[in-house]
């Protein structure tokens, strides 16, 4: 008996399953059966009547002005109207022609005329479109089309005499004028005229020299001679042209052509001494600075120069350092003394070079490396070299450098200056422990007065280095 009340209960369970899944895929049907318009009785709807303005032949310079209505019920956004292929779009038939519109529904409703115009500005086929979006439909269309017409007796002819001009070789920092007549008849716009890099147009011989230039037709005809300069900036041959263009026709060309060559007795020339910076071991944090010359002779443009990632440059030795110097040349020569400083972040090699570059002239890098170390604290009992100074600092004309060695053993004390070249050797030899003076009396190994300016030293035992700054002032 139990049996059977089991068996019917699992019937009963697997039924009501059955009848579930048969209701579901009957409700599935039932939605895909109701019209959308049921289910969202508020959808947004947009129209235009009609879909397609043909405009057919219009004169160039002429227009013509067609429409069309747009409606919308239900809008939840703004209509946004985009116009393509040479047409304009409005919402008054005579004025504000324009590529794009916008329009803001009345609760949901909309109902414009749209005026759009043609303006032909050469004799083809225009074909463009009308596209209207708003949130929640796709986008509406409306086809246009239309072609530019003239008369042939009417149409716009320009004519430029010669085609080419060949300014053959040119000395940087010369120029050479040549010209080309320009004419035109039945002209319905400005003519406007491009050159390429490395020319200028003008009106007159000696007036002022420009990129572009516009001609206003009178009573639609043009007839003017144009000059052309040539300035080469670059040892290399030159290849441009001159656009002259108007509205109706098809642009007329002229070819140019230039060499530029340098004077061989006034070639730029740029120099850097020394080519080599050497900073040695820097604290992460702390800044060493040294220097070099630059020359130039001959130049053409200003000098750039650019430091690498950890440097940065001044011509000043105690302020304004930065990553990029512009100089500038006086009668197109340089004479500047650049200041590199060298100011590690991390602990690692900086290589790289300080590039000194201007138009005409080899750039001229100068390698620059040090290295950034991190200072490791260590109770001054256990310092092998530790430096007091030196005294009096500045000085005029010696100085004494202090300092102690907690171990006995070879010991080497240099001078170096503010390029990093070595000037003399105070001491090279072995030392007992403690406290040690040395005195510098300003002189370089050869016995000769060093000049006014900084100065480094370095004390060197074994693998322990330190180093110090001093300032000779005369």
């Given at each position: 008996m139990s049996i059977r009340i089991l068996r019917l209960e699992v019937n009963m369970k697997h039924c009501l399953k059955n009848s579930t899944l048969l209701g579901l895929i009957a409700l599935a049907f039932l939605i895909i059966a109701i019209p959308t318009s049921h289910l969202y009785a508020q959808s947004p709807t947009l129209n235009v009547d009609p879909q397609a303005l043909a405009f057919g032949e219009v004169e160039i310079g002429e227009e013509a002005v067609l429409s069309y209505t747009i409606s919308g019920e239900n809008l939840i956004s703004d209509v946004i109207i985009h116009v393509s292929g040479g047409f304009l779009v409005s919402l008054d038939e005579v004025s504000d022609f324009q590529q794009n519109l916008v329009l803001e529904p009345s609760e949901g409703e909309l109902i414009e005329t749209i005026f759009v115009k043609f303006i032909p500005t050469m004799p083809r086929d225009y074909n463009g479109r009308v596209r209207h979006s708003t949130m929640g439909i796709p986008f509406q269309m409306v086809a246009l089309s239309g072609t530019g017409t003239i008369d042939e007796e009417d149409l716009p002819q320009l004519t430029a005499t010669p085609d080419s001009l060949d300014f053959g070789e040119v000395m940087i920092g010369d120029e050479a004028h040549l010209s080309y007549n320009l004419t035109g008849e039945n002209l319905i716009s400005d003519v406007l005229i491009n050159a390429s890099t490395g020319f200028r147009v003008s009106l007159t011989e000696d007036g002022d020299f420009l990129s572009s230039l516009l001609l206003e037709p009178v009573d639609g005809a043009v007839n003017e001679t144009i000059y052309v300069k040539f300035s080469p900036l670059l040892p290399r041959p030159y290849l441009g042209r001159i656009c002259n263009r108007v509205l109706g026709t098809t642009n007329e060309i002229v070819n140019l052509h230039g060499?530029?060559?340098?004077?061989?007795?006034?070639?730029?020339?740029?120099?850097?001494?020394?080519?080599?910076?050497?900073?040695?071991?820097?604290?992460?944090?702390?800044?060493?600075?040294?220097?070099?010359?630059?020359?130039?002779?001959?130049?053409?443009?200003?000098?750039?120069?650019?430091?690498?990632?950890?440097?940065?440059?001044?011509?000043?030795?105690?302020?304004?350092?930065?990553?990029?110097?512009?100089?500038?040349?006086?009668?197109?020569?340089?004479?500047?003394?650049?200041?590199?400083?060298?100011?590690?972040?991390?602990?690692?090699?900086?290589?790289?070079?300080?590039?000194?570059?201007?138009?005409?002239?080899?750039?001229?890098?100068?390698?620059?490396?040090?290295?950034?170390?991190?200072?490791?604290?260590?109770?001054?009992?256990?310092?092998?070299?530790?430096?007091?100074?030196?005294?009096?600092?500045?000085?005029?004309?010696?100085?004494?450098?202090?300092?102690?060695?907690?171990?006995?053993?070879?010991?080497?004390?240099?001078?170096?200056?503010?390029?990093?070249?070595?000037?003399?050797?105070?001491?090279?030899?072995?030392?007992?422990?403690?406290?040690?003076?040395?005195?510098?009396?300003?002189?370089?190994?050869?016995?000769?007065?060093?000049?006014?300016?900084?100065?480094?030293?370095?004390?060197?035992?074994?693998?322990?280095?330190?180093?110090?700054?001093?300032?000779?002032?005369?």
């Open positions: 060499i530029g060559i340098f004077d061989p007795q006034l070639i730029p020339v740029l120099a850097a001494e020394p080519d080599s910076l050497y900073f040695g071991e820097i604290l992460i944090g702390e800044e060493m600075v040294l220097s070099y010359n630059l020359t130039g002779e001959n130049l053409l443009t200003d000098v750039r120069i650019r430091a690498p990632r950890g440097y940065l440059l001044s011509t000043n030795e105690n302020e304004g350092f930065q990553s990029i110097i512009i100089l500038e040349p006086v009668d197109g020569n340089l004479t500047q003394t650049l200041f590199v400083k060298f100011l590690p972040l991390q602990q690692r090699n900086y290589f790289g070079a300080v590039r000194n570059m201007t138009i005409g002239a080899t750039g001229v890098p100068v390698r620059v490396r040090g290295v950034g170390v991190p200072e490791i604290p260590e109770p001054p009992e256990q310092r092998r070299v530790q430096l007091r100074g030196n005294y009096p600092n500045p000085f005029n004309p010696e100085t004494s450098i202090s300092f102690s060695l907690a171990e006995a053993g070879p010991v080497t004390l240099e001078i170096f200056n503010s390029r990093g070249q070595h000037v003399k050797t105070l001491f090279d030899g072995y030392m007992t422990e403690g406290e040690h003076t040395i005195l510098w009396n300003g002189r370089d190994e050869a016995g000769w007065e060093t000049g006014s300016g900084v100065y480094f030293y370095r004390i060197r035992q074994g693998k322990y280095t330190s180093n110090g700054k001093m300032i000779l002032m005369k």
